[in-house]
């Protein structure tokens, strides 16, 4: 079992519809990332949490540490969405500056 | 800047040769990585640089050599790499090295072997 898994592996929508991504856990965190990658390889970072709720723009993040859950939602989705969101996760000081990621989810939005 | 560069975008080298890939960050960050992507994978680690010192070497074969000349600039040389080298290396930085904190990803280098 992996320490960080995503659901779905893939997603297809239409444009407008509201999207859920999963990332679960098995692991102490002291911190979770989301991350984007589009075609072509350029990872951005979309948030960092270590608790609660984040909110950028049509994107929304939250976490709650005792499930060991995070979702990524996206409001009104649109075609330049599609990438791949990945999570990753940080453990304690002591884990030093490893991220482990999920194998990501594929999404796919449809004009 | 919050931007982090690569060069090259793309290399195609054969078994024999010897290359470098360059990463650069004017953010005054601290903290600089290497990533492997193979299509369809997560990034996994290679390296972290920790204040121009290397910090984390994840079992790296030494045909991968990372170099820090100095706080902004990151390189990787390549010698006598394998067809399954070929891969999407990344680059990342961040302020400083730690749990909390946000790295910053470079476009990545398209590499093939020959």
């Not at chain 1, 709650?64 to 990945?86: C, F, G, M, W």
């Not at chain 2, 997560?42 to 170099?67: A, G, Q």
């Amino acid at each position: 079992k992996n320490e960080v898994e995503q659901s779905p592996q893939n997603l297809t929508a239409q444009e407008g519809e509201f999207i859920t991504i999963n990332c679960s856990y098995s692991v102490g965190i002291s911190a979770l990332h989301w991350l984007q990658q589009h075609p072509g390889g350029g990872i951005v970072s979309l948030f960092m949490l270590s608790s609660g709720k984040k909110k950028h723009g049509r994107l929304i993040a939250t976490i709650n540490i005792q499930e060991k859950h995070s979702s990524l939602h996206i409001t009104a989705s649109h075609p330049r969405d599609s990438a791949v969101y990945i999570c990753a996760v940080r453990g304690g000081e002591t884990s030093g500056s490893r991220l482990t990621f999920g194998e990501g989810t594929q999404l796919t939005v449809n004009p | 800047d919050t931007e982090v560069t690569q060069t090259p975008k793309h290399l195609v080298m054969g078994m024999t040769n010897k290359k470098s890939l360059k990463c650069e960050q004017h953010m005054g960050h601290r903290a600089m990585y290497w990533y492997k992507q193979k299509a369809k994978k997560p990034p996994e680690l290679m390296f972290v640089y920790s204040y121009e010192k290397l910090s984390i070497n994840e079992s790296v074969p030494s045909r991968f050599s990372p170099e820090c000349p100095n706080s902004s600039l990151l390189n990787l040389h390549l010698h006598a790499l394998q067809p399954e080298d070929s891969a999407l290396y990344l680059c990342a930085s961040s302020q400083v090295p730690g749990a909390r904190e946000t790295q910053y990803f470079g476009p990545g280098t398209r590499l093939l072997v020959l």
